[in-house]
């Protein structure tokens, strides 16, 4: 689960695991403030870690006892071992080992969380952590049937974070606070406080004013800001700040200023105790990154409460304070001041992480040197700005520092951003430009439009844009960056237009854009922007506009006379899709020709849609192709529901006799109608869910053969359901394929389990006599053969392939490409012998490689790359994804692979790459190869120049020296006397 600073994991697995514990320990009155559906969640018992104390652990120190070596040997060093060390101390020393703990999860399922990845600083430590965690989940599994393992952290900020493999480990991503969650909220939270109708009502209606500000609406995107917010609305009224460090400073201004109203120790300390907590900030932040350094005095972000007392007597000797206070500072700090608290006994350490980060950057910018002429001193607030910014664990603090600059100080900070995006080493990565983009997002600058201008200018740049809108394909990579348009987002947004006008963007770095807008856009401006401006400038390019339109989802929302007044005239095959897809039947539903050009379009699987709901019965059989096609095998509710809500005005929809008269009797639109009025009286029959049988499907399916005929998306549903659960059924002794006496979907199960009957294939290939046949036979002969029947059949096979329509083969070869070639597998003989069939058809090799890509895909790649003929398209992502494979296992070289990976993307293979360089894995690229990608960023795919960029970020990292060090070796606290 990946969030923001402040966005709430660790409050939502805080309260997960609260549920399991009032069920486990039957608090009752407790239980009965649980929402209901909570109340009957699976029972697993709930563990939660903090991964800085297993890091510590890891590393052979005690991290509940400050400096006691830990007895375990490193190679006895695992997530059950840290499991049961832990529940050991936590439960008063019992004995406890992993043997323990393997038998309670055979009793009980675990619930394993483990929170806060992103705040161990150090990336070896982990990267061992996610080994660690990987290797034990499939051993705790064997005995833990029900095991459900939940890590929390923020996105990564930096592009070789280590990370798990999302196969495994699917990544959940914690929205912004939406408009109403955030009234709710406040509701919530002045009850909490007792407010009387006339407070809530003033404090309502402030928040009301307040949000339709850009900039104060960001501040409330997490739930920690917003209730900051909520407070100083409390305290402040209109009287806001439009800053986000200045957010932070007024909250914790007002914190202190309370308690010091009750308590004089804080009164009378005040000022010293704030600066106090910057300095305990400034320790355990840089101590956590420094945990290989010199001696530390904390652990993971805790310090111990002995050394806690030695850094505030070291503090105050450096001040020059009485040392004789220590103790009603020490006293004012833990029992009044509640910005560090005690979640392990014997440790401190501050509430939330932003907290230490906020004091973190004030330290550092309110102890920075002065430098003048002739007095020159080291630790001046440039200084420290190029060390913490340049360091990736550093980010938050960065963004707190720079937004405690004044005025007269912008230009200069707007001048060393800027630096930092064209740095040789750190501007390669997406650290600068991600950096730049969220202090314009903080208000940073808002006291300079100079600045912003300067800032916001470096980012429209083509080379910096790609930076700034990471690949959607990458999860870990992808920022959500929102810039208000007055802090410079308006510049931004008006360069990427410009790119999707002028059609320079690839598609890839197309739909990267369109991800950007999304994120700083409203949808109501998009739409203007669309049917606006977009559509005034590309009167001639329709096709661009129309796929502008679908990527930016601005369709389903245009008036439909828009849409006619600028489609008129011949449209594209791929123009109709979008206008399917985006359910806007509207536009053609009354044009018979439009119609049944349509029609055929869908049945030959030429268009994608991808609908639930359909208003205009010309179109009803889409639902039902769709909900078919992909069904699950078990039924879901949802998808019955979703089929059955598209028939949910039929009493509204126009006669079958009104459409014959105007469509005529064969075309498309009175033909779906007709298998409309079937499907309708389906579903009013008295069975209750008749779709709840597989039955019900096969028989909508023949209904709807016998109107349209064999055609290919009818067929494709045929293979989903073949494969779906029948119940009980007896058995035919013996059937043919192309018998049309049997049902459709009877056949390709009969076929299925004839996979080793090559004389029972053979007879079905020779009774072909139609191109449908052809057609149906190799959608189950692929699906259901054996390596030797392939091999026995390979001549004929080839000649049937070949003779294939083009419609056709596409149809066939992409719904195996979606069963079969998403998964990375890498060929263990590239050097297997192939049929002399494969040599000679293509599309025989294609479709064995897919099919066997352990045994053929190598070959045949290696043949396909030898091969002097021009690239074709339709095997672009094939050799694309392979000829990288093929370099990195040194079978072909790196100068011919990266030929073809150039070639294929021309042909717009971009996508199959995320097979390499996805999932947590790393691609091996030579340096030379890592110079290429990023020299030349428009020849290459975006997922390959983001891995080239990943490899680059991984060496900056290497050479970034800790804060700490860098402060300790520039003497950025060493006292001067002038």
């Known amino acids: 689960m990946e969030g923001a600073p402040g966005q709430g994991k660790s409050t939502i697995v805080q309260y997960l695991c609260q549920v399991q514990r009032i069920r486990w320990l039957n608090k009752v009155s407790d239980f009965e403030k649980l929402p209901d559906a909570h109340k009957t969640s699976p029972l697993r018992l709930p563990i939660k870690v903090d991964l800085r104390?297993?890091?510590?652990?890891?590393?052979?120190?005690?991290?509940?006892?400050?400096?006691?070596?830990?007895?375990?040997?490193?190679?006895?060093?695992?997530?059950?071992?840290f499991l049961a060390f832990l529940i050991g101390y936590q439960s008063g020393g019992i004995d406890f080992d992993v043997n323990d703990l393997l038998e309670v999860s055979k009793l009980a399922p675990l619930f394993i969380v483990l929170?806060?990845?992103?705040?161990?600083?150090?990336?070896?430590?982990?990267?061992?952590?996610?080994?660690?965690?990987?290797?034990?989940?499939?051993?705790?599994?064997?005995?833990?049937?029900?095991?459900?393992?939940?890590?929390?952290?923020?996105?990564?900020?930096?592009?070789?974070?280590?990370?798990?493999?999302q196969n495994h480990y699917p990544i959940l991503q914690l929205g912004s606070v939406t408009k109403a969650q955030?009234?709710?909220?406040?509701?919530?939270?002045?009850?909490?406080?007792?407010?009387?109708?006339?407070?809530?009502?003033?404090?309502?209606?402030?928040?009301?004013?307040?949000?339709?500000?850009?900039?104060?609406?960001?501040?409330?995107?997490?739930?920690?800001?917003?209730?900051?917010?909520?407070?100083?609305?409390?305290?402040?009224?209109?009287?806001?700040?439009?800053?986000?460090?200045?957010?932070?400073?007024?909250?914790?201004?007002?914190?202190?200023?309370?308690e010091a109203g009750k308590t004089a120790v804080v009164s009378q300390y005040l000022d010293l105790l704030k600066d106090i907590h910057g300095y305990v900030a400034w320790v355990l932040h840089s101590s956590a990154e420094n945990i290989r350094g010199r001696k530390k005095i904390a652990n993971g972000g805790k310090i111990a409460l002995s050394d806690l007392k030695i850094l505030l007597k070291e503090y105050l000797e450096r001040e020059q304070q009485d040392t004789k206070i220590i103790d009603d500072i020490f006293q004012a700090m833990m029992t009044r001041v509640f910005m560090l608290v005690s979640r392990v006994e014997g440790t401190y350490q501050f509430e939330v992480q932003p907290l230490q980060e906020y004091f973190a950057a004030r330290f550092l910018y309110d102890t920075a040197s002065y430098s003048p002429p002739g007095l020159e001193s080291s630790g001046t607030k440039p200084d420290r700005f190029d060390a913490i910014a340049r360091n990736f664990y550093w980010l938050n603090v960065v963004r707190f520092f720079c937004g405690c600059f004044g005025k007269g100080e912008l230009l200069d900070l707007a001048d060393r951003v800027r630096e930092l995006t064209r740095d040789p080493v750190i501007g390669r990565t997406h650290h600068p430009a991600m950096l730049a983009a969220m202090l314009l997002a903080d208000s940073v600058f808002s006291q300079s439009p100079r600045a912003i201008n300067e800032i916001s200018a470096v980012l429209a740049e083509a080379e910096t844009l790609r930076y700034l809108c990471p690949s959607r394909s990458r999860h870990r990579s992808d920022l959500s960056v929102q810039i208000p348009a007055r802090s410079g987002g308006n510049t931004i947004v008006s360069s990427i237009f410009e790119h999707l006008i002028s059609g320079t963007a690839r598609w890839d770095t197309f739909i990267n854009f369109i991800v950007f807008l999304q994120n700083n856009l409203s949808p109501q401006?998009?739409?203007?922007?669309?049917?606006?401006?977009?559509?005034?400038?590309?009167?001639?390019?329709?096709?661009?506009?129309?796929?502008?339109?679908?990527?930016?989802?601005?369709?389903?929302?245009?008036?439909?006379?828009?849409?006619?007044?600028?489609?008129?005239?011949?449209?594209?095959?791929?123009?109709?899709?979008?206008?399917?897809?985006?359910?806007?039947?509207?536009?053609?539903?009354?044009?018979?020709?439009?119609?049944?050009k349509m029609g055929g379009y869908i049945l030959n699987c030429q268009v994608r849609y991808n609908q639930w709901k359909c208003a205009y019965p010309s179109f009803l059989l889409l639902p039902f192709l769709e909900v078919s096609g992909s069904i699950n095998f078990d039924y879901s509710w949802n998808q019955r529901e979703a089929f059955s809500a598209a028939l949910s005005d039929f009493s509204k929809m126009e006669s079958i006799t009104q459409l014959c008269n105007e469509y005529g009797q064969d075309s498309f639109a009175s033909k779906a109608w007709k298998f409309s009025e079937i499907v309708h009286r389906t579903l009013s029959g008295p069975t209750e869910l008749p779709l709840v049988k597989i039955e019900t499907w096969e028989n909508l399916l023949d209904d709807a053969r016998e109107i349209f005929g064999d055609r290919v998306a009818l067929l494709d549903c045929a293979m989903a359901l073949s494969e779906a659960k029948r119940g009980r059924r007896g058995r035919y002794k013996f059937m043919e394929l192309l018998d049309l006496s049997f049902p459709i979907v009877e056949r390709i199960r009969y076929a299925r389990s004839q996979s080793r009957n090559a004389a029972w294939w053979k007879l079905q290939h020779g009774q072909i006599q139609r191109k449908e046949d052809a057609l149906l036979f190799h959608f189950a002969f692929w699906l259901s053969i054996s390596e030797d029947i392939l091999e026995e059949m390979a001549e004929i096979l080839a000649d049937s392939l070949d003779s294939l329509e083009d419609f056709e083969w596409i149809a066939l070869k992409s719904k195996f490409e979606y069963l079969v070639y998403h998964s990375v597998d890498v060929p263990k003989d590239w050097d297997h012998p192939l049929l002399p069939a494969m040599c000679s058809s293509l599309r025989l090799g294609f479709m064995a490689s897919i099919k066997f890509p352990l045994k053929y895909a190598g070959s045949f790649s290696l043949l396909v790359f030898n091969n002097s003929a021009p690239i074709k398209r339709e095997f672009a992502e094939f050799q694309q994804v392979y000829a990288l494979m093929a370099a990195i296992n040194q079978k072909i070289s790196w100068e011919k692979a990266l030929k073809i990976v150039r070639d294929t993307y021309n042909c717009d293979a971009t996508f199959s790459i995320i097979r390499i360089t996805g999932n947590g894995a790393r691609a091996s690229l030579p340096d030379h190869v890592i110079e290429e990608v990023v020299a030349n960023p428009d020849a290459y795919p975006a997922l390959l120049w983001n891995e080239a960029v990943a490899h680059i970020t991984g060496q900056a990292r290497k050479a970034i020296k800790p804060v700490a060090y860098t402060a300790e070796k520039e003497g950025w606290f060493v006292s001067r006397r002038r």
């Open 115 to 165: 929170d806060g990845l992103d705040e161990v600083a150090e990336i070896p430590r982990r990267r061992d952590i996610v080994m660690l965690v990987t290797k034990a989940a499939p051993r705790l599994r064997e005995n833990c049937h029900g095991l459900k393992i939940l890590i929390t952290s923020r996105p990564s900020n930096f592009e070789n974070s280590p990370g798990f493999d």
């Open 182 to 258: 955030i009234f709710k909220y406040a509701e919530r939270w002045m009850i909490a406080r007792n407010f009387n109708w006339r407070e809530k009502l003033d404090l309502t209606k402030t928040l009301e004013t307040k949000l339709d500000e850009p900039h104060i609406r960001d501040l409330a995107r997490n739930p920690m800001q917003l209730a900051i917010l909520l407070s100083l609305v409390h305290t402040e009224g209109p009287a806001l700040p439009d800053k986000r460090t200045s957010l932070y400073y007024y909250y914790v201004d007002r914190f202190f200023s309370r």
């Open 525 to 596: 401006e998009t739409i203007e922007w669309w049917l606006g401006d977009a559509k005034a400038r590309l009167l001639h390019n329709k096709a661009r506009w129309l796929r502008i339109g679908s990527a930016l989802e601005c369709i389903e929302h245009a008036p439909v006379h828009s849409l006619v007044e600028n489609l008129s005239g011949d449209m594209e095959k791929g123009m109709l899709s979008l206008l399917v897809s985006h359910q806007r039947f509207d536009f053609f539903s009354g044009d018979v020709e439009m119609s049944d």
């Open 53 to 81: 104390d297993f890091s510590t652990w890891i590393s052979g120190v005690n991290p509940f006892i400050p400096n006691e070596v830990i007895s375990t040997p490193a190679v006895n060093r695992s997530l059950e071992g």
